[in-house]
């Protein structure tokens, strides 16, 4: 139908303006405070470009001024950070494409209407490409502003970008879709979410191990090849030269040392088209029955195994209210599939986590006392930011997956104490079995001292507690009931003022530790007698800190939970 303008918009434009015109209404007559969080989020973006440009413009900086092979080395970056998008632009398109294309709510009414199979694919392949590909696009703005600083790149390249940049895109998209739709004809839709879910995970589980052979680390230390000119020959080489990760990479740094080459952009438009003109084709032939198919449901029976009956045991001592609520959210987390098929790639991350742990040259030229104590301090942040995302991803949205339940609970006779704590305990505990698991096996690994293994399990122990009261905190003082993807609701304006607030938490509680610890390791080593009262001090404010922001959140958020009334 014609716009505004009187033009008559192109057929597949005019499939996307509804969700257009929703997204600009949100926007615009938008609930109270919504300026108020556009305004932190814009903060907060701004200042993790500025960030993540920081670092990488500074390590470009000093490649840049390595002759010979400091072009070589950010060139390999470069591959290794284009060929972790193109992983992620793959696994979330074809996620994406199963609800674009088969789950979505407007389908039964698309399908039905006079709309041609190549309009509803053209239309659908676009709002699957940017659903998965903004988040990408945000993480490649400051990495392309740093390599076009770095390298001085003129207006040549940000041409080059935009053309490399855009097929890129379309080929995950295209890719994944056609992936998708030969699943649903194979199997139903519902089940295929399932199946969807292993298969992302298993995947990107595969990509992480790939990492680990791959051993990137060893560019970085030339010494290990038996002469400069292997070296070199090893960086010139190209590591997968049928990705599209690797021509666009060629692209990029092809504008920026002017030798720029156009066979890889060619093979990016013409590998984008083919796929598109191939996903048009099996959507033709295809499309129906997989929609048919789509509407089919997956049975699925309630029985009570083994493991239930145990923990009906074990939780007997709670009473009957609480060993309930206990058992409700153990059922609800492995019903979904999103949520327990992640455990999947949460163990294979640790397993490569404390592999690379396994590989850091602890002894030799330039490891000095300071380096060797600060190692355990890292490993403690790091395992604290991994408590963080897991905490973001599983306790966060937990009152907000109550849904329209929600009101159900809300009007019995149960307090919401209860139902508070009985989340809280149920994602602490396995959280705090991971948490301590990884910090023990890590420091065994790196050897220290009895006194550093003590406060780095008591340290992640309190800190395991206080993430876990902030994402339950903020969960409910900000829930999501009306969201239908438990995955989407991290990623909320709760979600990310709690992952500011857990990244803050974890720097005040090392900086509390570090300084004091450090002094009493090297009056130690000295053979001096240490200092104690800066050392209780600090452990003593880095434990009221881990504590304020376990039970201070719990409670608002209890007092958020009694104000409720869905």
Same mark, same amino acid.
């Given at each position: 139908?014609?716009?505004?303008?009187?033009?008559?918009?192109?057929?597949?434009?005019?499939?996307?303006?509804?969700?257009?015109?929703?997204?600009?209404?949100?926007?615009?007559?938008?609930?109270?405070?919504?300026?108020?969080?556009?305004?932190?989020?814009?903060?907060?973006?701004?200042?993790? /470009?500025?960030?993540?440009?920081?670092?990488?413009?500074?390590?470009?900086?000093?490649?840049?001024?390595?002759?010979?092979?400091?072009?070589l080395l950010a060139g390999r970056l470069l591959g290794i950070l284009v060929l972790s998008f193109l992983?992620?632009?793959?696994?979330?398109?074809?996620?994406?494409?199963?609800?674009?294309?088969?789950?979505?709510?407007?389908?039964?009414?698309?399908?039905?209407?006079?709309?041609? /199979?190549? $309009?509803?694919?053209?239309?659908?392949?676009?709002?699957?490409?940017?659903?998965?590909?903004?988040?990408?696009?945000?993480?490649?703005?400051?990495?392309? $502003?740093?390599?076009?600083?770095?390298?001085?790149?003129?207006?040549?390249?940000?041409?080059?970008?935009?053309?490399?940049?855009?097929?890129?895109?379309?080929?995950?998209?295209?890719?994944?879709?056609?992936?998708?739709?030969?699943?649903?004809?194979?199997?139903? &839709? *519902?089940?295929?979410?399932?199946?969807?879910?292993?298969?992302?995970?298993?995947?990107?589980?595969?990509?992480?191990?790939?990492?680990?052979?791959?051993?990137?680390?060893?560019?970085?230390?030339?010494?290990?090849?038996?002469?400069?000119?292997?070296?070199?020959?090893?960086?010139?080489?190209?590591?997968?030269?049928?990705? %599209?990760?690797?021509?666009?990479?060629?692209?990029?740094?092809?504008?920026? $040392?002017?030798?720029?080459?156009?066979?890889?952009?060619?093979?990016?438009?013409?590998?984008?088209?083919?796929?598109?003109?191939?996903?048009?084709?099996?959507?033709?032939?295809?499309?129906?029955?997989?929609?048919?198919?789509?509407?089919?449901?997956?049975?699925?029976?309630?029985?009570?195994?083994?493991?239930?009956?145990?923990?009906?045991?074990?939780?007997?001592?709670?009473?009957?209210? *609480?060993?309930?609520?206990?058992?409700?959210?153990?059922?609800?987390?492995?019903?979904?599939?999103?949520?327990?098929?992640?455990? @999947?790639?949460?163990?294979?991350?640790?397993?490569?986590?404390?592999?690379?742990?396994?590989?850091?040259?602890?002894?030799?030229?330039?490891?000095?006392?300071?380096?060797?104590?600060?190692? %355990?301090?890292?490993?403690?942040?790091?395992?604290?930011?991994?408590?963080?995302?897991?905490?973001?991803?599983?306790?966060?949205?937990?009152?907000?997956?109550?849904?329209?339940?929600? /009101?159900?609970?809300?009007?019995?006779?149960?307090?919401?104490?209860?139902?508070?704590?009985?989340?809280?305990?149920?994602g602490t505990l396995p959280l705090l079995g991971l948490a301590v698991g990884i910090v023990v096996v890590?420091?065994?690994?790196?050897?220290?001292?009895?006194?550093?293994?003590?406060?780095?399990?008591?340290?992640?122990?309190?800190?395991?507690?206080?993430?876990?009261?902030? &994402? @339950?905190?903020?969960? $409910?003082?900000?829930?999501?009931?009306?969201?239908?993807?438990?995955?989407?609701?991290?990623?909320?304006?709760?979600?990310?003022?709690?992952?500011?607030?857990?990244?803050?938490?974890?720097?005040?509680?090392?900086?509390?530790e570090a300084r004091p610890a450090y002094e009493w390791l090297s009056a130690r080593s000295a053979g001096?007698?240490?200092?104690?009262?800066?050392?209780?001090?600090?452990?003593?404010?880095?434990?009221?800190?881990?504590?304020?922001?376990?039970?201070?959140?719990?409670?608002?958020?209890?007092?958020?939970?009694?104000?409720?009334?869905?």
């Amino acid at each position: 139908m014609p716009d505004e303008t009187g033009a008559r918009p192109w057929p597949f434009l005019a499939v996307l303006r509804p969700k257009w015109l929703t997204a600009r209404a949100r926007t615009v007559h938008g609930e109270k405070g919504r300026a108020v969080r556009w305004t932190v989020l814009g903060i907060v973006g701004l200042a993790f /470009w500025a960030v993540a440009f920081g670092l990488l413009h500074r390590v470009l900086r000093y490649f840049a001024g390595v002759d010979e092979i400091g072009a070589l080395l950010a060139g390999r970056l470069l591959g290794i950070l284009v060929l972790s998008f193109l992983s992620i632009l793959l696994l979330s398109n074809i996620i994406a494409a199963l609800s674009s294309f088969f789950l979505a709510k407007d389908l039964d009414l698309l399908v039905s209407s006079p709309v041609d /199979w190549l $309009t509803l694919y053209t239309s659908r392949l676009a709002e699957t490409a940017l659903h998965s590909s903004w988040m990408v696009v945000l993480l490649a703005l400051p990495m392309l $502003t740093a390599y076009g600083l770095a390298f001085s790149g003129g207006p040549g390249f940000v041409l080059a970008a935009l053309a490399g940049f855009l097929p890129f895109l379309v080929i995950p998209a295209a890719l994944g879709s056609a992936l998708t739709l030969t699943l649903v004809n194979v199997f139903p &839709a *519902r089940r295929t979410r399932d199946i969807l879910s292993v298969i992302g995970v298993l995947a990107a589980a595969g990509l992480v191990v790939l990492f680990r052979l791959i051993r990137p680390e060893q560019l970085a230390r030339p010494e290990g090849f038996r002469s400069l000119v292997e070296f070199i020959t090893i960086l010139r080489g190209s590591s997968s030269p049928f990705l %599209p990760s690797d021509w666009l990479q060629q692209v990029l740094m092809g504008s920026l $040392t002017g030798r720029f080459d156009p066979l890889p952009l060619y093979l990016l438009w013409s590998t984008a088209a083919a796929l598109v003109v191939l996903g048009a084709l099996l959507h033709r032939a295809f499309y129906p029955i997989g929609f048919t198919k789509a509407q089919e449901g997956a049975q699925r029976f309630a029985r009570e195994g083994t493991g239930t009956r145990f923990l009906r045991r074990v939780l007997a001592p709670l009473g009957v209210l *609480r060993r309930e609520l206990v058992l409700k959210e153990l059922r609800v987390f492995f019903r979904d599939s999103t949520q327990w098929s992640q455990l @999947i790639l949460l163990a294979v991350l640790v397993a490569v986590y404390v592999v690379n742990i396994r590989y850091l040259p602890l002894s030799g030229d330039g490891m000095t006392f300071f380096i060797v104590n600060v190692i %355990p301090f890292l490993n403690l942040a790091l395992s604290g930011f991994v408590l963080a995302s897991i905490a973001a991803r599983f306790l966060f949205p937990a009152v907000s997956l109550e849904g329209r339940t929600w /009101w159900l609970l809300r009007s019995s006779a149960m307090s919401m104490r209860d139902l508070l704590w009985a989340k809280f305990w149920t994602g602490t505990l396995p959280l705090l079995g991971l948490a301590v698991g990884i910090v023990v096996v890590t420091d065994v690994l790196l050897q220290v001292s009895p006194f550093m293994f003590a406060v780095s399990v008591g340290t992640i122990t309190l800190m395991t507690f206080a993430i876990a009261g902030l &994402a @339950i905190g903020f969960g $409910t003082l900000y829930p999501r009931f009306e969201s239908e993807n438990a995955a989407q609701i991290p990623t909320s304006f709760g979600g990310l003022l709690f992952m500011m607030t857990a990244i803050a938490l974890i720097g005040v509680v090392l900086v509390l530790e570090a300084r004091p610890a450090y002094e009493w390791l090297s009056a130690r080593s000295a053979g001096e007698a240490p200092a104690a009262s800066s050392l209780v001090a600090g452990l003593a404010g880095a434990a009221a800190v881990c504590l304020l922001a376990t039970f201070l959140p719990l409670r608002l958020a209890l007092r958020r939970l009694d104000a409720i009334e869905r």
